[in-house]
């Protein structure tokens, strides 16, 4: 059975768009037209991915990614807009989605995207079952990360991008690296995802955020795992 695409979207025209060239891929389609209905077809058939407009109908699509995160930090969450306004883009980054495309977009731009996360799902990163610096533990089996014992609830994404750094302490990665080895585009989006990203991974792993102890910046190039 093919891999399963939420498509939650209030017009038609671009579902069906969406939906003939996700099914050329090899993905089953699932569609909603409203937030509500979204938030249904998510909870009765678990997809693999989601497309989420931000405009809908009944909830908007921020809240509909806030309620999905509030029971699955795994499933990836791609918003869709129309928008140009940057906090809008990085209001959907920080409750929880994983990647947005603004309207209008490519449609191979959408498929890559769409590919580059499902295979991040399904991928075993590459680290060790627990990995522990000093009360910093990574652990591979729950896809979590435990601060002084207590889990820090993390998304898949963050999961993702603090396994990354860990697994070469003290290298430098720009955020270029990091768009295409975490969130492994083939192309190089926008860089502010990279940003915002790290700076919900410090709120839930940095004793005190503004000083981090662990995943530090290098003013200019990027970012690094600190032991």
Known sequence: MGKTV?????????????????????????????????????????????????????????????????????TPI????AREEETDKVLGLDIGA??????????REL???????????????EVEQEETHEGFVIDKERFDVFVNGQSAELTQREFELISFLAASPGKVFSREELLHDVWQYEYFGDLRAVDVAVRRLREKIEEDPGQPRYV????????YFEL
């Open 6 to 74: 939420l498509i939650v979207d209030d017009e038609k025209n671009i579902v069906d768009i969406l939906s003939f060239n996700l099914k050329k891929e090899g993905y089953e389609i699932i569609a909603a037209y409203d937030g509500a209905a979204g938030l249904e077809q998510y909870a009765n058939n678990r997809p693999d991915l989601i497309l989420l407009d931000v405009m809908l109908p009944l909830l908007d699509g921020f809240e509909v990614c806030r309620r999905i995160r509030e029971k699955d930090r795994k």
């Open 78 to 81: 791609i918003m869709l807009t």
């Open 98 to 107: 994983d990647d947005y495309i603004t309207k209008p977009f490519s449609v």
């Open 111 to 125: 498929q890559a995207r769409v590919k580059a996360n499902i295979r991040k799902t399904d991928a075993h990163i």
């Open 216 to 223: 530090i910046t290098k003013r200019g190039v990027g970012y």
